[in-house]
Protein backbone atom coordinates (compact mmCIF):
# COMPACT_ATOMS: atom_id res chain seq x y z
CA UNK A 1 0.00 0.00 0.00
CA UNK A 2 1.47 3.34 -0.54
CA UNK A 3 2.75 5.37 2.17
CA UNK A 4 -0.01 7.27 4.23
CA UNK A 5 2.13 10.03 4.28
CA UNK A 6 2.96 10.33 0.52
CA UNK A 7 -0.44 10.20 -0.46
CA UNK A 8 -1.37 9.62 -4.33
CA UNK A 9 -3.28 13.24 -4.81
CA UNK A 10 -6.51 12.50 -7.07
CA UNK A 11 -7.82 16.25 -8.92
CA UNK A 12 -11.62 16.04 -7.80
CA UNK A 13 -12.34 16.30 -11.30
CA UNK A 14 -11.00 12.91 -11.92
CA UNK A 15 -12.93 11.64 -8.78
CA UNK A 16 -16.08 13.41 -10.53
CA UNK A 17 -16.20 11.61 -13.94
CA UNK A 18 -15.39 8.09 -12.31
CA UNK A 19 -18.57 5.75 -12.85
CA UNK A 20 -19.65 5.46 -9.08
CA UNK A 21 -22.16 3.19 -7.56
CA UNK A 22 -23.76 4.26 -4.03
CA UNK A 23 -24.80 1.23 -2.29
CA UNK A 24 -25.88 2.42 1.27
CA UNK A 25 -27.89 5.49 1.06
CA UNK A 26 -30.80 6.51 2.76
CA UNK A 27 -33.82 8.03 0.82
CA UNK A 28 -34.80 10.32 3.74
CA UNK A 29 -31.09 11.41 4.41
CA UNK A 30 -31.45 12.64 0.95
CA UNK A 31 -33.85 14.15 0.56
CA UNK A 32 -32.90 17.98 -1.15
CA UNK A 33 -33.35 21.06 1.21
CA UNK A 34 -35.28 23.27 -0.96
CA UNK A 35 -37.55 20.22 -1.42
CA UNK A 36 -38.03 19.80 2.27
CA UNK A 37 -38.84 23.57 2.84
CA UNK A 38 -41.53 23.65 -0.05
CA UNK A 39 -43.10 20.21 0.98
CA UNK A 40 -43.19 21.16 4.55
CA UNK A 41 -44.72 25.02 3.76
CA UNK A 42 -46.97 23.20 1.51
CA UNK A 43 -48.51 20.07 4.12
CA UNK A 44 -47.96 22.56 7.20
CA UNK A 45 -45.18 20.86 8.82
CA UNK A 46 -43.08 22.88 11.07
CA UNK A 47 -39.52 23.20 10.71
CA UNK A 48 -36.76 25.27 12.64
CA UNK A 49 -36.11 27.25 9.83
CA UNK A 50 -37.31 28.14 6.38
CA UNK A 51 -34.32 28.78 4.73
CA UNK A 52 -31.07 26.36 3.28
CA UNK A 53 -28.88 28.08 5.42
CA UNK A 54 -31.10 28.26 8.69
CA UNK A 55 -31.53 24.72 8.35
CA UNK A 56 -27.71 24.31 7.77
CA UNK A 57 -27.02 25.99 11.17
CA UNK A 58 -30.11 24.12 13.29
CA UNK A 59 -30.50 20.89 11.82
CA UNK A 60 -28.23 19.71 9.18
CA UNK A 61 -24.94 20.56 10.47
CA UNK A 62 -21.05 20.35 9.42
CA UNK A 63 -20.40 18.89 13.06
CA UNK A 64 -22.70 16.76 15.25
CA UNK A 65 -22.41 16.37 19.13
CA UNK A 66 -23.36 12.94 18.52
CA UNK A 67 -25.93 10.12 16.98
CA UNK A 68 -28.76 11.29 18.56
CA UNK A 69 -28.23 15.02 16.83
CA UNK A 70 -27.08 13.38 13.50
CA UNK A 71 -30.80 11.60 13.22
CA UNK A 72 -32.59 14.29 14.55
CA UNK A 73 -33.00 15.97 10.62
CA UNK A 74 -34.86 12.60 9.77
CA UNK A 75 -37.89 13.60 11.71
CA UNK A 76 -38.34 16.63 9.21
CA UNK A 77 -37.73 14.62 6.18
CA UNK A 78 -40.11 11.59 6.90
CA UNK A 79 -42.68 14.12 8.11
CA UNK A 80 -42.89 15.38 4.91
CA UNK A 81 -42.59 11.84 2.79
CA UNK A 82 -46.12 11.30 3.99
CA UNK A 83 -47.89 10.82 0.60
CA UNK A 84 -46.68 9.13 -2.60
CA UNK A 85 -46.00 11.78 -4.80
CA UNK A 86 -43.84 13.18 -2.39
CA UNK A 87 -41.82 9.83 -2.29
CA UNK A 88 -41.71 9.83 -6.13
CA UNK A 89 -40.43 13.35 -5.88
CA UNK A 90 -37.14 12.17 -3.69
CA UNK A 91 -36.35 9.25 -4.80
CA UNK A 92 -36.78 11.01 -8.50
CA UNK A 93 -33.96 13.77 -7.32
CA UNK A 94 -32.22 11.58 -5.31
CA UNK A 95 -31.76 9.80 -8.93
CA UNK A 96 -30.44 12.64 -10.37
CA UNK A 97 -28.73 13.64 -7.75
CA UNK A 98 -26.39 10.31 -8.17
CA UNK A 99 -26.57 10.75 -11.86
CA UNK A 100 -25.13 14.27 -12.14
CA UNK A 101 -21.89 13.54 -10.63
CA UNK A 102 -21.26 10.17 -12.10
CA UNK A 103 -23.26 7.98 -9.98
CA UNK A 104 -24.36 5.25 -12.74
CA UNK A 105 -25.50 2.83 -9.90
CA UNK A 106 -27.17 3.29 -6.68
CA UNK A 107 -29.61 1.39 -3.93
CA UNK A 108 -31.49 3.67 -2.14
CA UNK A 109 -32.85 2.02 1.10
CA UNK A 110 -35.68 2.98 3.67
CA UNK A 111 -37.86 2.08 6.15
CA UNK A 112 -41.25 1.68 4.13
CA UNK A 113 -43.06 1.81 7.77
CA UNK A 114 -42.35 4.87 8.41
CA UNK A 115 -44.32 5.89 5.53
CA UNK A 116 -47.14 3.86 5.78
CA UNK A 117 -50.61 5.31 6.76
CA UNK A 118 -54.72 6.02 6.34
CA UNK A 119 -53.55 6.64 2.50
CA UNK A 120 -50.69 4.44 1.86
CA UNK A 121 -49.74 1.21 2.36
CA UNK A 122 -46.24 -0.71 2.15
CA UNK A 123 -47.14 -1.77 -1.24
CA UNK A 124 -47.85 2.20 -2.43
CA UNK A 125 -45.10 3.27 -0.57
CA UNK A 126 -42.69 0.94 -2.63
CA UNK A 127 -44.59 1.64 -5.83
CA UNK A 128 -44.08 5.59 -4.99
CA UNK A 129 -40.64 5.15 -4.79
CA UNK A 130 -39.88 2.93 -7.46
CA UNK A 131 -41.77 5.05 -9.77
CA UNK A 132 -39.69 8.12 -8.99
CA UNK A 133 -36.44 6.30 -9.49
CA UNK A 134 -37.31 4.53 -13.00
CA UNK A 135 -38.48 7.82 -14.11
CA UNK A 136 -35.02 8.83 -13.23
CA UNK A 137 -33.41 5.71 -14.77
CA UNK A 138 -35.79 6.12 -18.58
CA UNK A 139 -34.95 9.90 -18.90
CA UNK A 140 -31.01 9.05 -18.22
CA UNK A 141 -30.91 5.90 -20.30
CA UNK A 142 -32.52 7.93 -23.33
CA UNK A 143 -30.26 10.50 -23.44
CA UNK A 144 -27.22 10.88 -25.75
CA UNK A 145 -24.60 10.55 -23.30
CA UNK A 146 -25.83 6.89 -22.29
CA UNK A 147 -27.13 5.77 -26.40
CA UNK A 148 -23.76 6.65 -27.49
CA UNK A 149 -21.78 4.95 -24.96
CA UNK A 150 -19.87 7.85 -23.33
CA UNK A 151 -21.30 6.63 -19.76
CA UNK A 152 -22.80 3.25 -18.73
CA UNK A 153 -26.41 2.84 -17.89
CA UNK A 154 -28.21 4.07 -14.99
CA UNK A 155 -29.24 1.01 -12.44
CA UNK A 156 -30.81 0.87 -9.35
CA UNK A 157 -32.18 -1.27 -6.42
CA UNK A 158 -34.32 -0.71 -3.64
CA UNK A 159 -33.36 -1.65 0.01
CA UNK A 160 -35.64 -2.11 2.47
CA UNK A 161 -35.34 -1.43 6.21
CA UNK A 162 -36.49 -3.44 9.24
CA UNK A 163 -35.98 -1.49 12.68
CA UNK A 164 -34.52 -2.83 15.80
CA UNK A 165 -36.43 -0.77 17.73
CA UNK A 166 -40.03 1.78 17.28
CA UNK A 167 -41.75 3.70 19.36
CA UNK A 168 -45.58 4.81 18.82
CA UNK A 169 -44.46 8.56 17.65
CA UNK A 170 -42.15 7.04 14.66
CA UNK A 171 -45.04 6.56 12.72
CA UNK A 172 -49.02 6.16 12.37
CA UNK A 173 -47.78 2.56 11.42
CA UNK A 174 -46.41 1.76 14.66
CA UNK A 175 -48.94 3.60 16.74
CA UNK A 176 -51.49 1.54 15.38
CA UNK A 177 -49.36 -1.56 16.25
CA UNK A 178 -48.83 -0.49 19.93
CA UNK A 179 -52.60 -0.04 20.09
CA UNK A 180 -53.63 -3.30 18.68
CA UNK A 181 -51.12 -5.19 20.46
CA UNK A 182 -51.42 -2.77 23.72
CA UNK A 183 -50.73 -5.55 26.02
CA UNK A 184 -47.59 -6.78 24.04
CA UNK A 185 -43.96 -5.78 25.38
CA UNK A 186 -42.41 -3.38 23.08
CA UNK A 187 -39.31 -5.62 22.21
CA UNK A 188 -41.96 -8.64 21.60
CA UNK A 189 -43.72 -6.46 18.48
CA UNK A 190 -40.04 -5.13 16.85
CA UNK A 191 -39.67 -8.65 15.14
CA UNK A 192 -43.40 -8.55 14.44
CA UNK A 193 -42.89 -5.87 12.35
CA UNK A 194 -39.30 -6.84 10.21
CA UNK A 195 -41.38 -10.13 9.85
CA UNK A 196 -44.48 -8.47 8.33
CA UNK A 197 -42.05 -5.89 5.87
CA UNK A 198 -39.85 -9.22 5.25
CA UNK A 199 -43.11 -11.23 3.47
CA UNK A 200 -44.56 -7.39 2.15
CA UNK A 201 -41.26 -7.26 -0.03
CA UNK A 202 -40.86 -10.71 -1.19
CA UNK A 203 -44.32 -10.41 -2.57
CA UNK A 204 -44.04 -6.71 -3.68
CA UNK A 205 -40.60 -7.98 -5.70
CA UNK A 206 -42.26 -11.13 -7.15
CA UNK A 207 -45.73 -9.70 -7.90
CA UNK A 208 -45.19 -6.14 -9.22
CA UNK A 209 -41.35 -6.62 -10.45
CA UNK A 210 -40.34 -3.66 -8.70
CA UNK A 211 -36.66 -3.89 -7.98
CA UNK A 212 -36.28 -4.69 -4.47
CA UNK A 213 -33.02 -6.27 -4.12
CA UNK A 214 -32.31 -5.95 -0.23
CA UNK A 215 -33.31 -7.10 3.45
CA UNK A 216 -32.03 -4.33 6.07
CA UNK A 217 -31.88 -3.64 9.74
CA UNK A 218 -31.36 -0.38 11.01
CA UNK A 219 -31.26 1.62 14.30
CA UNK A 220 -29.91 1.51 17.15
CA UNK A 221 -27.80 -1.39 18.47
CA UNK A 222 -26.96 -1.03 21.60
CA UNK A 223 -29.43 -2.74 23.65
CA UNK A 224 -31.74 -4.44 20.26
CA UNK A 225 -29.53 -7.20 19.36
CA UNK A 226 -30.41 -8.83 15.77
CA UNK A 227 -30.94 -12.47 17.41
CA UNK A 228 -35.30 -11.78 17.61
CA UNK A 229 -35.35 -10.68 13.93
CA UNK A 230 -33.45 -13.88 12.99
CA UNK A 231 -37.00 -14.93 11.26
CA UNK A 232 -37.33 -12.56 9.42
CA UNK A 233 -34.03 -12.72 7.57
CA UNK A 234 -34.49 -16.14 7.30
CA UNK A 235 -37.72 -15.85 5.73
CA UNK A 236 -35.86 -13.49 3.01
CA UNK A 237 -32.95 -15.72 2.59
CA UNK A 238 -35.12 -18.68 1.59
CA UNK A 239 -36.69 -15.95 -0.98
CA UNK A 240 -33.25 -15.13 -2.24
CA UNK A 241 -33.34 -11.58 -1.51
CA UNK A 242 -30.26 -10.17 -0.38
CA UNK A 243 -29.21 -9.27 3.10
CA UNK A 244 -27.46 -6.27 4.87
CA UNK A 245 -27.55 -5.11 8.00
CA UNK A 246 -26.37 -2.06 9.96
CA UNK A 247 -23.92 -3.24 12.63
CA UNK A 248 -20.38 -1.69 14.04
CA UNK A 249 -21.66 1.58 13.87
CA UNK A 250 -22.16 2.81 17.49
CA UNK A 251 -21.48 -0.59 19.27
CA UNK A 252 -19.07 -2.92 19.01
CA UNK A 253 -17.34 -6.16 17.39
CA UNK A 254 -20.71 -8.15 19.05
CA UNK A 255 -23.13 -6.63 16.68
CA UNK A 256 -20.88 -7.11 14.02
CA UNK A 257 -20.73 -11.04 14.77
CA UNK A 258 -24.81 -11.20 15.52
CA UNK A 259 -25.16 -9.65 12.04
CA UNK A 260 -22.67 -12.52 10.31
CA UNK A 261 -24.51 -15.13 12.62
CA UNK A 262 -27.68 -14.65 13.67
CA UNK A 263 -28.73 -12.80 10.42
CA UNK A 264 -26.29 -14.25 7.62
CA UNK A 265 -25.59 -10.63 6.52
CA UNK A 266 -24.06 -10.49 2.58
CA UNK A 267 -22.95 -7.07 3.90
CA UNK A 268 -22.18 -5.32 6.38
CA UNK A 269 -23.36 -1.29 6.86
CA UNK A 270 -20.67 0.55 8.96
CA UNK A 271 -18.75 -1.82 10.47
CA UNK A 272 -16.86 0.85 11.77
CA UNK A 273 -15.11 -1.40 15.42
CA UNK A 274 -14.67 -4.43 13.44
CA UNK A 275 -10.94 -4.25 14.94
CA UNK A 276 -11.81 -2.51 17.88
CA UNK A 277 -11.08 -5.08 20.49
CA UNK A 278 -11.59 -2.56 23.27
CA UNK A 279 -15.24 -1.88 22.10
CA UNK A 280 -16.03 -5.45 23.21
CA UNK A 281 -18.47 -5.54 25.94
CA UNK A 282 -19.15 -9.03 25.90
CA UNK A 283 -17.97 -10.20 29.60
CA UNK A 284 -17.46 -14.03 28.46
CA UNK A 285 -15.05 -13.26 25.68
CA UNK A 286 -12.20 -13.33 27.47
CA UNK A 287 -9.63 -12.85 24.63
CA UNK A 288 -11.24 -9.81 22.89
CA UNK A 289 -7.80 -9.46 20.40
CA UNK A 290 -7.92 -13.15 18.90
CA UNK A 291 -11.93 -12.33 19.10
CA UNK A 292 -11.34 -9.51 16.72
CA UNK A 293 -9.12 -10.86 14.52
CA UNK A 294 -11.13 -14.02 14.10
CA UNK A 295 -14.15 -11.68 13.00
CA UNK A 296 -12.41 -9.87 11.18
CA UNK A 297 -10.55 -13.32 9.63
CA UNK A 298 -13.73 -14.57 8.89
CA UNK A 299 -15.30 -11.22 7.37
CA UNK A 300 -12.30 -11.45 4.86
CA UNK A 301 -12.25 -14.54 4.13
CA UNK A 302 -16.28 -15.24 3.22
CA UNK A 303 -15.72 -11.56 1.61
CA UNK A 304 -18.42 -10.24 3.43
CA UNK A 305 -18.33 -6.32 1.59
CA UNK A 306 -18.24 -3.61 4.78
CA UNK A 307 -20.11 -0.38 3.53
CA UNK A 308 -17.83 2.52 4.66
CA UNK A 309 -19.54 5.91 5.21
CA UNK A 310 -16.53 8.14 6.25
CA UNK A 311 -18.36 11.71 6.55
CA UNK A 312 -21.74 9.84 8.73
CA UNK A 313 -19.10 8.04 11.02
CA UNK A 314 -17.05 11.41 11.54
CA UNK A 315 -20.00 12.91 12.15
CA UNK A 316 -21.69 10.60 14.58
CA UNK A 317 -18.85 9.23 16.77
CA UNK A 318 -17.06 11.95 18.58
CA UNK A 319 -13.71 9.43 19.27
CA UNK A 320 -13.24 10.00 15.47
CA UNK A 321 -11.37 13.25 15.83
CA UNK A 322 -9.58 13.37 12.74
CA UNK A 323 -10.18 11.05 9.47
CA UNK A 324 -6.54 9.44 9.45
CA UNK A 325 -7.95 7.84 12.87
CA UNK A 326 -10.62 6.07 10.95
CA UNK A 327 -10.91 2.65 11.11
CA UNK A 328 -10.84 2.46 6.77
CA UNK A 329 -7.51 2.13 7.61
CA UNK A 330 -7.60 -1.60 9.34
CA UNK A 331 -9.99 -2.53 6.77
CA UNK A 332 -7.29 -1.45 3.64
CA UNK A 333 -4.36 -3.20 5.54
CA UNK A 334 -6.16 -6.18 6.08
CA UNK A 335 -7.16 -6.38 2.63
CA UNK A 336 -11.46 -6.43 3.81
CA UNK A 337 -13.52 -6.23 1.02
CA UNK A 338 -15.15 -2.51 1.76
CA UNK A 339 -17.08 -0.12 -0.33
CA UNK A 340 -17.18 3.64 -0.08
CA UNK A 341 -21.14 5.08 0.58
CA UNK A 342 -22.53 8.57 1.41
CA UNK A 343 -24.87 7.27 4.00
CA UNK A 344 -26.93 10.56 3.94
CA UNK A 345 -26.25 12.91 1.38
CA UNK A 346 -27.41 15.55 3.54
CA UNK A 347 -27.95 14.91 6.76
CA UNK A 348 -23.75 14.40 6.35
CA UNK A 349 -23.85 17.11 3.24
CA UNK A 350 -21.87 15.05 1.00
CA UNK A 351 -21.77 12.84 -2.10
CA UNK A 352 -19.82 9.75 -3.70
CA UNK A 353 -17.30 12.31 -5.08
CA UNK A 354 -16.67 14.03 -1.70
CA UNK A 355 -16.45 10.16 -0.14
CA UNK A 356 -14.03 9.25 -2.53
CA UNK A 357 -12.19 12.55 -3.15
CA UNK A 358 -11.48 12.12 0.68
CA UNK A 359 -10.41 8.24 0.60
CA UNK A 360 -8.23 8.41 -1.57
CA UNK A 361 -6.54 11.44 -0.79
CA UNK A 362 -6.47 10.83 3.04
CA UNK A 363 -5.62 7.09 3.00
CA UNK A 364 -2.75 6.87 0.57
CA UNK A 365 -4.68 4.70 -1.58
CA UNK A 366 -2.58 3.48 -4.82
CA UNK A 367 -4.15 3.84 -8.40
CA UNK A 368 -4.51 0.33 -8.13
CA UNK A 369 -6.34 0.12 -4.88
CA UNK A 370 -8.39 3.30 -6.17
CA UNK A 371 -9.72 1.04 -9.20
CA UNK A 372 -10.23 -1.87 -6.67
CA UNK A 373 -12.17 0.05 -4.40
CA UNK A 374 -14.67 2.03 -6.97
CA UNK A 375 -15.38 -1.47 -8.83
CA UNK A 376 -15.71 -3.40 -5.57
CA UNK A 377 -18.58 -1.31 -5.16
CA UNK A 378 -20.48 -3.03 -8.28
CA UNK A 379 -18.99 -6.00 -7.90
CA UNK A 380 -20.88 -6.47 -4.27
CA UNK A 381 -23.79 -4.78 -5.33
CA UNK A 382 -26.94 -6.57 -5.48
CA UNK A 383 -27.51 -6.03 -8.74
CA UNK A 384 -31.19 -7.06 -9.91
CA UNK A 385 -30.35 -8.92 -13.07
CA UNK A 386 -28.95 -12.41 -13.53
CA UNK A 387 -24.66 -13.32 -13.00
CA UNK A 388 -24.48 -12.76 -16.83
CA UNK A 389 -25.83 -9.36 -16.69
CA UNK A 390 -24.15 -8.31 -13.75
CA UNK A 391 -20.84 -9.54 -15.20
CA UNK A 392 -21.37 -7.79 -18.54
CA UNK A 393 -22.34 -4.46 -16.58
CA UNK A 394 -19.79 -4.37 -14.10
CA UNK A 395 -17.51 -4.90 -17.30
CA UNK A 396 -18.66 -1.72 -18.91
CA UNK A 397 -18.04 0.26 -15.82
CA UNK A 398 -14.64 -1.27 -16.10
CA UNK A 399 -14.11 -0.03 -19.57
CA UNK A 400 -15.20 3.68 -18.95
CA UNK A 401 -13.24 3.78 -15.54
CA UNK A 402 -10.04 2.24 -17.59
CA UNK A 403 -10.47 5.59 -20.06
CA UNK A 404 -11.30 8.18 -17.88
CA UNK A 405 -7.83 6.86 -15.63
CA UNK A 406 -6.25 7.07 -19.23
CA UNK A 407 -7.63 10.62 -19.54
CA UNK A 408 -5.77 11.93 -16.53
CA UNK A 409 -2.88 9.56 -16.03
CA UNK A 410 -1.55 8.37 -19.58
CA UNK A 411 -1.52 4.79 -19.65
CA UNK A 412 -1.08 2.76 -16.53
Known sequence: MTNPIEPVLYPREFIQR??????????????????LIELARKQGVELPSYTEDGLKETVFKAHYANLSEYLYGFHFCTAVLQDPQSLERAAYELAWDCINEGVCYVEVRFAPQLHVNERQNIEEVLKAVNHGLVRAKYEQNNSSQ????????FEYGIIVCAMRHFEPGYSEYYRNMFQVH??????????????????????????LEIPIVGFDLAGEEAGYPAAPHQESFMFVHRHFLKKTVHAGEAFGPESIFQAITDLNADRIGHGY???????????????RERYVRALAQYISDRRITIEVCLTSNMQTNPKITDLSNHQFRQMLKHKVSTAICTDNRTVSNTSMTN???????????????????????????????????????????????????????GQP
Open 273 to 287: YLFDAAAVRDPSIEN
Open 18 to 35: LPKSDIHVHLDGSLRLST
Open 146 to 153: VMNGQFPA
Open 182 to 207: SYCPPKDLYPVASLELARASVDIRDR
Open 355 to 409: ELFIASNSFGISRRELKNLVIYGFKRSFFRGNYLEKRAYVRGVIDHYEKVETDFF
